[in-house]
């Protein structure tokens, strides 16, 4: 069975940097993607950068481009994001999911209902 549990979150000045994990467990690390997304209270969720076995390709929304940095640690089982810069728009709850090939994290984007496997979400909470 497939698991993912996100860990990292919690309060921030603006300016500041939260580092996001999402650590994976049942699943074969040679052809996935994870993707993080996020949502806000009375906002639909949204995704927020993916990261694809396949060429180690990524992708950032464009509001989180040059300050966040998504990456994975194979021999951990773990992929990251790197949050500098926080904003107060940027909290929200952060979910990381997997999907079943690296494919469905392209340069051009990615889309939740192509993501199997949820966890259960981090608060990021960014104070003005």
């Known amino acids: 069975e497939v698991q993912l549990v996100e860990s990292g979150g919690g309060l921030v000045q603006a300016g500041g940097s939260l580092r996001l994990s999402c650590a994976a467990s049942?699943?074969?690390?040679?052809?996935?993607?994870i993707g993080w997304f996020r949502q806000a209270p009375g906002k639909e969720r949204e995704g927020v950068s993916c990261?694809?076995?396949?060429?180690?390709?990524?992708y950032y929304v464009d509001s989180v481009k040059g300050r966040f940095t998504i990456s994975s640690d194979n021999a951990k089982n773990t992929v990251y994001l790197q949050m500098n810069s926080l904003k107060p728009e940027d909290t929200a709850v952060y979910y990381c999911?997997?999907?079943?090939?690296?494919?469905?994290?392209?340069?051009?984007?990615?889309?939740?209902?192509?993501?199997?496997?949820w966890g259960q979400g981090t608060q990021v909470t960014v104070s003005s």
């Open positions: 999911a997997s999907a079943r090939s690296g494919y469905y994290c392209s340069g051009y984007g990615f889309f939740s209902r192509s993501y199997n496997y």
């Open positions: 049942g699943f074969t690390f040679d052809d996935y993607a």
């Open positions: 990261f694809s076995s396949r060429g180690s390709r990524t």
